[in-house]
């Protein structure tokens, strides 16, 4: 069992930035993916970024590549989404998630937080 606790969200302006952190414990944290995913109101959860275990790999969907950063740190047993240059359209809850095999798909992942809410005015 992996637990996982985000935290960091809040409301910002548009052009601006939130640091977003995921705190791990419980099964060897290093032995997982991990990802993002946001759900705006009315909306699917979608795929935000993932981080393979080793931290050597890093993917990105199109619409946040180049403004949001993914990072992890096994020592401390975290994971950190940085997102800079917000959107409105980048209100959502963000979750960040575990899975054994590195995915975009939200049903390959096998353990999830509660969600923190960003919110970007306009």
């Known amino acids: 069992q992996v637990q996982l606790v985000e935290s960091g969200g809040g409301l910002v302006q548009a052009g601006g930035s939130l640091r977003l952190s995921c705190a791990a414990s419980?099964?060897?944290?290093?032995?997982?993916?991990m990802g993002w995913f946001r759900q705006a109101p009315g909306k699917e959860r979608e795929f935000v970024a993932a981080?393979?275990?080793?931290?050597?790999?890093?993917y990105y969907t199109a619409s946040v590549k180049g403004r949001f950063t993914i990072s992890r740190d096994n020592a401390k047993n975290t994971v950190n989404l940085q997102m800079n240059s917000l959107k409105p359209e980048d209100t959502a809850v963000y979750y960040c998630?575990?899975?054994?095999?590195?995915?975009?798909?939200?049903?390959?992942?096998?353990?999830w937080g509660q969600g923190t809410q960003v919110t970007v005015s306009s």
């Open positions: 998630a575990a899975t054994a095999k590195l995915s975009s798909l939200t049903d390959e992942y096998d353990y």
């Open positions: 419980g099964r060897t944290f290093r032995n997982y993916a």
């Open positions: 981080i393979r275990w080793s931290g050597g790999s890093t």
